[in-house]
């Protein structure tokens, strides 16, 4: 039976109600995605804090004195770590960089205070070098200091965003049970406690919450396949939208916060006294 | 002759303690119907929520179908319930269901079939000659139409006892009498009994009720 009625109250819903179900379930959505970044933004500064060097070096060296070179950098003061850039397409590199194919390149990531200068004449003078490309730098502190701002700010958003939805779908609900109090008091009247009609409304401001997480859901894992791709901001600003197991993770933690704010909103909505 | 209402020694008091009703007795038998007349705030719609378990008494017994409904949880008065069919005073009208489909709302949540339900709502609109009224909504009708929808939806399911608060309030004499007449029909082809309640005895006489006066608490027959 309350199948039967669901369909018929989703149906019912209609002005104040559809408009509050339609504020409850886009709030909601902006919740869950602002709840979202702010899990996706940068913890620690050390890694933005890190200029990035690329060292572009001669297709002709061999194998023996690529691992000489790797292993020497590894060993200087300024540099923190160094890895193999076996793809021009490297996922870490800027978009805008790009090396000519079959180029053999490392890339160093230096120490916060190390010189730049230093390092690039030490690099320059090696044998072999091509080229030097230095990434990330001059922006990364402005950088770090909008993400420092940036998650706090997300976090509010997500709180006050949050008390919002659940406010609009707690009213949408409400509002609904005030268009059916008629039909409620026809049953209330014939022995069936209200109660037991009411919990169809509570599952009208489930699937509401369920459809606005579905989407944020979607989004969140959108987002971060999106973020594979070469934007160099994003990257820099999300860095953990470029882990698929925590961008799943969080699709799934989405879906779930706004399943219980479905639930909160709907049984708080649909209280009933019999 | 057996009762279906029996009600002795009740006394109710308002918040204020002042006793609205005192040492009430009143006995209804099985097919009979009943009047109950008394000014505003006489205490009419008090017996009648008294009767349906809404409220519980200081004092006294109230036995409906052999049901003490002054002791009974929640669950067991919803089961009373179930055998009761009720006119407010003042209903608060279904606004999304026509009339035919507000039967079909109640009928299904007491878990009859759709065949049974489908027959029940045939039977109640034909008994209250409502054919035409069937897919109308309620915000679509006029006040006596929406009475006599409502007088359906509280007979669809064959109750053993109506109970009215003040059934006829807001209708012109004409209205008055057109409800009297369908309730008088009612009572004879079901054997129905029935309780109402008015501040005129005038259209609970037309439908054969033995008028009772409510008057400082006391219900005293009218002989």
């Given amino acids: 039976m309350t199948s039967a009625l669901l369909g018929r109250l989703c149906r019912s819903i209609r002005g104040v109600s559809a408009v509050l179900f339609g504020v409850g379930g886009v709030l909601l959505w902006l919740t869950l995605v602002a709840g979202t970044l702010a899990f996706l933004v940068w913890n620690e500064p050390q890694p933005?804090?890190?200029?990035?060097?690329l060292v572009a070096l001669d297709p002709q060296l061999k194998r023996d004195d690529l691992d000489v070179l790797y292993l020497n950098m590894r060993e200087w003061d300024e540099v923190k770590a160094v890895r193999f850039v076996l793809d021009a397409g490297d996922a870490s590199l800027p978009s805008s960089v790009s090396l000519p194919p079959r180029t053999p390149a490392l890339l160093l990531s230096l120490n916060p205070g190390a010189s730049e200068r230093q390092i690039l004449e030490r690099v320059q003078q090696i044998e072999g070098v091509r080229q030097t490309i230095v990434l990330g730098r001059g922006d990364v502190p402005a950088l770090w200091v909008q993400t420092q701002t940036l998650k706090p700010a997300l976090l509010s958003?997500?709180?006050?965003l949050l008390l919002a939805s659940l406010l609009a779908l707690v009213g949408g609900v409400r509002r609904l049970l005030q268009q059916w109090r008629g039909e409620l008091e026809l049953l209330h009247l014939s022995g069936v406690p209200r109660r037991n009609a009411a919990s169809a409304f509570a599952?009208?401001?489930?699937l509401v919450a369920g459809m606005g997480s579905v989407l944020a859901s979607v989004v969140v894992y959108g987002f971060g396949v999106w973020a594979q791709s070469r934007l160099e901001l994003v990257r820099?600003?999300?860095p953990y939208a470029l882990e698929p197991e925590r961008m799943l993770g969080l699709s799934l933690g989405t879906l779930i916060v706004g399943l219980l704010v479905g639930v909160v909103a709907g049984t708080w909505g649909s209280r009933v006294r019999d | 002759m057996s009762r279906i209402i029996q009600v002795s020694e009740l006394t109710y008091a308002a918040r204020d303690r002042r006793r609205i009703l005192e040492n009430v007795f009143l006995s209804v038998e099985r097919g009979k119907a009943v009047g109950i007349v008394g000014k505003t705030g006489s205490g009419k719609s008090l017996l009648v929520a008294l009767l349906q378990g809404e409220l519980r008494p200081q004092s006294g017994q109230i036995l409906?179908?052999?049901?003490?409904?002054t002791r009974l949880s929640?669950?067991?008065l919803g089961q009373l319930r179930q055998h009761l069919g009720v006119l407010p005073q003042t209903p608060v009208w279904p606004e999304q269901l026509s009339v035919a489909e507000a039967l079909q709302f109640k009928l299904s949540w007491l878990g009859l079939s759709a065949k049974q339900t489908a027959r029940k709502i045939e039977e109640t609109l034909t008994l209250l000659d409502m054919a035409s009224l069937q897919?109308?909504?309620?915000p679509d009708l006029n006040l006596l139409e929406r009475k006599i929808a409502y007088l359906a939806s509280s007979l669809c399911h064959?109750?053993?006892?109506?109970?009215?608060?003040d059934p006829f309030s807001g209708l012109s004499e004409e209205g008055e009498t057109t409800l009297a007449l369908l309730l008088k029909k009612v009572r004879e082809r079901r054997h129905l009994t029935t309780l109402l309640t008015g501040r005129r005895s005038a259209p609970l006489q037309r439908l054969g009720c033995r008028i009772v006066n409510l008057d400082n608490g006391n219900l005293e027959e009218t002989v």
């Fill in chain 2, 64 to 69: 409906v179908n052999d049901r003490n409904v």
């Fill in chain 1, 203 to 206: 599952v009208v401001g489930i």
């Fill in chain 1, 48 to 53: 933005l804090q890190a200029t990035r060097v």
């Fill in chain 1, 157 to 160: 958003a997500f709180v006050v």
């Fill in chain 2, 135 to 138: 897919n109308k909504r309620f």
């Fill in chain 2, 158 to 165: 064959d109750p053993v006892l109506l109970l009215g608060d």
């Fill in chain 1, 236 to 238: 820099q600003i999300f």
């Fill in chain 2, 74 to 76: 929640p669950a067991k």
